[in-house]
């Protein structure tokens, strides 16, 4: 361990499994000397999580829907009486229903789009609000975003159009925090499989698409998400905030199909 984390603490909001990207997040952090607490939606949940978290040595858990204003302001105020003050925080959360993330997105109904924009783009805002409240100077916060926001990707839809809107909120949110000197930023992460994904149509396509055609020729991995939040989270971060760190194999730089490339 580098001790680049000794003495900070902070919540990881969004584990589900050992394929989550908070998990990537989590490892490294906790290998780095992070005290971690995390959050989880839903009881179901609860059984696979902590397992998981006492394997990395911690064990402070609590049940959040970030829909739901009552479970954020119970998830801080257990928070609060914890440590007091907090570090940094991960938002790896993003949900839409799975029947808009293929075909066209001129279909997306009024209520999907509404509730993605609720628990994909304003639960980060909302949970700024109450970490930046209980945060030391040199906080950090950090959100998950995918190049599906920037350019038309298959089947990405409504949540390409909600990353944009994350992605805008980073530079609004990283303008009111900064005078605090708290930062906020983003990792715009290649696909990597994990639950949430397998929700989006077509999505092997995706990742053999970007296997073939992004310039180190393979996918990323959860680890190196993992040691890019590592970056932005430690003090190596600090002069760094709104900028959205693409986390991806350097796709985002990728115009056209290489020419080695086979078909798939
Ligand atoms: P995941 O399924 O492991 O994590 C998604 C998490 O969101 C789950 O823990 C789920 O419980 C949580 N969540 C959904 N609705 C919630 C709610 N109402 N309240 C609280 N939590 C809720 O998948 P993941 O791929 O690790 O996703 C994490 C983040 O990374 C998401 O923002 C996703 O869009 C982003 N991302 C993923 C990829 C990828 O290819 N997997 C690429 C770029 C960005």
Redesign the pocket.
Known sequence: STGLMAGKRGLI?????D????WGIAQQLAAHGAEIAFS??GDA?KKRVEPLIASIGMSEMVE????SEESMDALFARLAEKWGKIDFLVH????SDKNELRGRYVDTSRQNFLMTMD??VYSFTAVCQRAAAMMNEGGSLLT???YGAEKVMPHYNVMGVAKAALEASLMYLAEDLGKDGIRVNAIS?G??K????SGIGDFRYILKWNELNSPLRRNVTQEEVGKASLFLLSDLGSGTTGENLHVDCGYHVVGMKSVDAPDI
């Open positions: 909001m969004g584990l589900a499994n394929k989550s990207i908070a989880y939606q949940l959040c829907d970030v829909s790896a959360i993003g949900f628990i994909s998950l975003t995918y992460a696909p990597i994990t639950l949430a994904a």
